[in-house]
């Protein structure tokens, strides 16, 4: 079965740190793109970060640069999403998502039916 699993959310302290985990089963993600997207109820699913098949480009939103870095790591057949600096903001039920098509991550945020796999997601909670 093919299948995307995230892992490493949970509740946080403004200011503190989480690292997610996108691990794949059933299929090598090295031929992937991988995108990061988070959804709060009532609103819209929104790109956070990709990072291409090769890791020799990256993409983050403007609400998370300089705080998140994406990574792969392709001998463990995973990407991770390092998340510094954290708001209430950030708030979300976070994704990741697999796709291989010729866009790579040149429009990840705006045409999200490009990715093929999607994980059921992890919980991010940032609160005092």
């Known amino acids: 079965q093919l299948q995307l699993v995230e892992s490493g959310g949970g509740l946080v302290q403004p200011g503190g740190s989480l690292r997610l985990s996108c691990a794949a089963s059933?299929?090598?993600?090295?031929?992937?793109?991988i995108g990061w997207f988070r959804q709060v109820p009532g609103k819209e699913r929104e790109g956070v970060s990709c990072?291409?098949?090769?890791?020799?480009?990256?993409k983050y939103d403007d609400s998370v640069k300089g705080r998140f870095t994406i990574s792969r790591d392709n001998a463990k057949n995973t990407v991770y999403l390092q998340m510094n600096s954290l708001k209430p903001e950030d708030t979300a039920l976070y994704y990741c998502?697999?796709?291989?098509?010729?866009?790579?991550?040149?429009?990840?945020?705006?045409?999200?039916?490009?990715?093929?796999?999607w994980g059921q997601g992890t919980q991010v909670t940032v609160s005092s």
């Open positions: 998502a697999a796709q291989r098509t010729w866009y790579g991550c040149s429009r990840y945020s705006r045409v999200t039916s490009d990715f093929t796999y």
């Open positions: 059933g299929f090598t993600l090295d031929a992937y793109a």
């Open positions: 990072i291409t098949s090769s890791g020799g480009s990256t």
